[in-house]
C-alpha cells in the first residue's frame, strides 16, 4: 500500500510574445469542382505572392488545409462546390497585421477569410525550467505543511508527473470582404506558459 503524501504544485512564468501566426483561408463556391478548385488555386497564388511582396519569407508560409465539397443548399435549388484552402503565415513582425491583412484583401477579396491570429513564444526552453522550478517548490511547500499536521516528516520524492499548458492564446475570427485599415492595432499581451507537477513523498 502506497503511503506517504502526493500533492500537485503549479508554476506560472510570463514573458512578451516574439511570434505572430496568422491563418488565412481562400474560399470559392461554383458551379462545379474544377471552377471551384482553379478560381481557389488562382487566389492562394495571388495571396502568396502579395504576402511574399510584404517581405514574408517562403519558409514562414505554408499551406495548413485544403478542402472540396459540395455545398448543400436548400432542396432542389442548384448544386455547387466549395473549395478553399488555408495558409498559415508565421513572423516576428507583430506590428505587420494590418499590412498583411490588407494586401491579403487587395488581392483576394471577398474570397479572403481571416481565421484566426496567435501570438507565441519561439523557445520555451527556459520559461518551462522555471515554470518547473515553481511548480516542484510549491508542491514540495504543500506536502511539508500536510506532513507537519499528520505528525509526519517528508522523506525522499517517489515519483513525478507533469502537465503543461500554455496561454493565453488570443485569435479572432473576420470576414474579409473589403479593405482594412492598416494602422489596425492588435496587442500582443503577456504570454503565459504553466506547468503542474503531481508529486509523491514518501515518509521519513
Known sequence: ME??????????VSTVPDVLRVSFSV??????????????????????????????????????????????????GPTAYRSSHTITVE??????????????????????????LQFDVE???????RARELAFQQAREKAAELAALAGYSLGSVTSV??????????????????GFDSAINITPGDHTIEVSLVVHFSWA
Open 3 to 12: 503511503t506517504g503524501v502526493k500533492v500537485v504544485g503549479s508554476g506560472q
Open 27 to 76: 474560399e470559392h463556391v461554383a458551379p462545379d469542382v474544377a471552377a471551384a478548385v482553379a478560381r481557389v488555386g488562382e487566389r492562394t497564388d495571388a495571396v502568396i505572392a502579395a504576402l511574399r511582396g510584404q517581405g514574408v519569407e517562403a519558409s514562414q508560409l505554408g499551406t495548413s488545409a485544403v478542402n472540396v465539397f459540395q455545398d448543400y443548399k436548400e432542396p432542389g
Open 91 to 116: 513572423t516576428k513582425d507583430l506590428t505587420g497585421f494590418g499590412r498583411l491583412l490588407n494586401a491579403a484583401v487587395d488581392v483576394a477579396g471577398n474570397d479572403l477569410g481571416l481565421h484566426g
Open 123 to 129: 523557445d520555451k526552453t527556459e520559461l518551462l525550467t
Open 161 to 178: 508527473s507533469e502537465t503543461y499548458g500554455h496561454g493565453p492564446i488570443r485569435e479572432v475570427a473576420l470576414s474579409a470582404g473589403k
